[in-house]
C-alpha cells in the first residue's frame, strides 16, 4: 500500500505550485468477539488546480483525434449537401 501510496504523486501534474498527494492511514478495530485487527486507508487529495490541468492535459492529448474526425465529418458533410 505504501508503494502504490508514493507512486499516486506522479499520477497529476503538478500545477501552479499544487500536486496530488496521497496518505496511508491506519486504524484500529475491533470485531464482534472483541478482537482487534488493523485497518488500512489511503487519504487521496487532489488540488483543484491539479484537477484543471489534467482536463487540459487530456483535452490536449485527444485534440489530434477530435479534430481529424471533424475534419473528416465537415468533408463528408460538404459531399452530401446537395449545391
Known amino acids: 500500500m505504501e508503494q502504490r501510496a508514493a507512486a ?6 503538478k ?8 496518505k ?4 484500529t478495530s475491533h470485531n464482534d468477539d472483541g478482537e482487534e485487527y488493523q485497518t488500512y ?3 487521496v487529495i487532489i488540488p483543484r488546480r491539479c484537477r484543471v490541468a489534467a482536463i487540459f492535459e487530456d ?5 489530434p483525434s477530435w479534430l481529424n ?6 468533408f463528408v458533410w460538404k459531399l452530401a449537401r446537395p449545391g
Open 41 to 43: 486507508s489511503v487519504d
Open 59 to 63: 483535452v490536449d492529448y485527444a485534440a
Open 15 to 22: 500545477f501552479v505550485g499544487g500536486r496530488a498527494s496521497a
Open 8 to 13: 499516486f504523486d506522479n499520477a497529476f501534474p
Open 69 to 74: 474526425a471533424t475534419a473528416l465529418l465537415l
Open 24 to 27: 496511508l492511514t491506519q486504524d
